[in-house]
Each structure stands twice: as C-alpha cells, then as structure tokens.
C-alpha cells in the first residue's frame, strides 16, 4: 500500500451519519415499568419555508411545531405516570423546551404537540430527551431522539485554502502539514455537517485513509486555532518513508441537508 497521505492522522475522527433519527426504540430489561418507544412527527425543519414575501432575516422570529408520541409498558403493581421533555440545541447546556408531560389514567401512550421558539437562522442539530416516572414515582429510563433545523436549500462555499505548495521530506522522521480552508453557508455556519479532503497519490490512486475529516473546533492538535469561526483545519504528519511525488487533494463541505459545496483541487509536491 503506498505511504503517502496513509498518513498517521493525529486523532482524525469520522462523523456518522443517522439516517432518521425521528423514531427511537428503548431495549430495557426486566419487569420494570418503562418507556418503550419515542416518535417525532417530523425530524427535519426548513425556517426559510416559514413567512411569505419581503425579505427574511436569520433574526426574524419563527415557531416550528411538532408533536411526539411516548409509549411505554406499565406492570401489573404500577403504571406510567408522567415524562419531563427536554429539547436542547446540540453543544448547549440550556434548553428551549423543558416541560413535564402526564400520561392519560392508566394509558400507556400519550401524544402532545410542542413548539421551537427560534430565530430563523439558527441552524443545527436539536436534541429531543425524555424521561419517565411511574405511578410509584419511581425513576424511569430516558428516550433520546433528534431534530435538524435549516434555513433554505443554500449549499456550502469554500474558499480561502491555505496548504503548502511543496514539502520536503527529512531522511527520518517526519513533517508536519497544516491545511485550513473557510466555509461559509447561507443557512449559517451550524448547518455545516462535514468538511473533508480526499487525496490522490501521485499514479493517480485514491488515498485508502479517503475522506479525511477536517475540524473546526479549536484543537491545537488538529492545527486549528479557533473554535466555530467557519475554518476547518486538520494537521497530519508525513514519514520519512513517504513516497515522493505530485499529489492531488480536493477539499469539499457538506450541510445537513447533504447539498455538497464546491470542490478546490490543491496539487503538493512531496519531495
């Protein structure tokens, strides 16, 4: 396998990806009363489809609803009695939606409809969480689910690469790279889902190590120096036993509503 670019990552992490996260089931074990099952009515929201005419500011104020539904398992000596719902931007300590929620007499179902106070541009990942008590008031398991939040189909740009032209290689050891590039996007920068390079050895073979995940999150390791400022940075270090030659790198972002942005192409000599 060649060596170039199988680089040793420092701490390169991929993100996964749900593809809906709108139902989520509990396995819990035992006789024990608990909640079993956690439905959202939606689990995707567009704030720019919100409003008619004139001109849409991220200020603007806008309300997303949406109902959830709770099932769960009572137990012969007790029954589920109520929930505390929580909805809580992803990253945040505080949420927008913190509210307790009874079960109808002996039921073991409830539906409510709930509603996001927002402004129209903020973007991102909302975490949904329940969590139960029976009728003995005892402590129950917790249900966790997601909402995503975006203003307008507008796909990501990059812009501004920085990454060196050409690269020495020592006789031992190995050389650090540093590669940053900006993103920006209309639905805001939380929109944001991924930023990555592939790189392509100097036959013209991908990388095996393809995508690298870039990271905007402040990490001296990953060679980015400030957190949520839209560059994405990552930091890897080339052996001794690279292979010399012309590599090819393409750098590229995706939003949560996987629209990709534009591709930059950087060309690095290793020698």
């Known amino acids: 396998m060649p060596k170039i670019l199988l680089l040793s990552l420092i701490a390169v992490v991929l993100a996964g990806c749900a593809s809906d996260d709108s139902v989520v089931d509990s396995v819990f074990p035992g006789a024990l009363p608990h909640l079993e099952r956690l439905t959202l009515s939606a689990y995707e929201f567009d704030t720019d489809s919100i409003g008619t005419g004139g001109v849409k500011s991220p200020d ?8 959830i539904a709770i099932t769960g398992v009572s137990t012969t000596d007790t029954g589920l009695d109520r929930v505390r719902c929580t909805l809580t931007p992803s990253g945040s300590s505080q949420s927008i939606i913190d509210t307790i929620l009874a079960f109808p007499q002996a039921a073991d179902s409830l539906h409510a409809e709930l509603a996001m106070h927002i402004r129209r541009g903020d973007v991102g990942v909302y975490e949904v969480e329940v969590t139960g008590w029976d009728t003995k008031d005892r402590h129950l398991n917790q249900l966790r689910s997601t909402l995503r939040v975006r203003n307008g189909s507008f796909a990501p740009v990059l812009a501004h690469l920085s990454a060196p032209d050409t690269v020495v290689v020592p006789d031992t050891g190995f050389v650090l790279l ?11 920068i939380k929109d944001i889902r991924r930023v990555q390079f592939n790189t392509f050895l100097p036959d013209g073979r991908p990388s095996s190590s393809n995508p690298f995940q870039m990271f905007d999150d402040g990490l001296a390791v990953h060679g980015d120096a400030v957190a949520g400022d839209g560059v994405y940075s990552l930091r890897v270090q080339l052996p001794s036993s690279t292979e010399r030659g012309r590599y090819r790198f393409e750098f590229q972002a995706f939003d949560y509503g996987n629209l990709p942005s534009n591709i930059i192409i950087h060309f690095v000599e290793v020698i």
């Open 60 to 67: 603007d104020a806008v309300v997303l609803p949406f109902e």
């Open 178 to 188: 540093d590669f940053q590039v900006t993103v920006t996007d209309s639905s805001g």
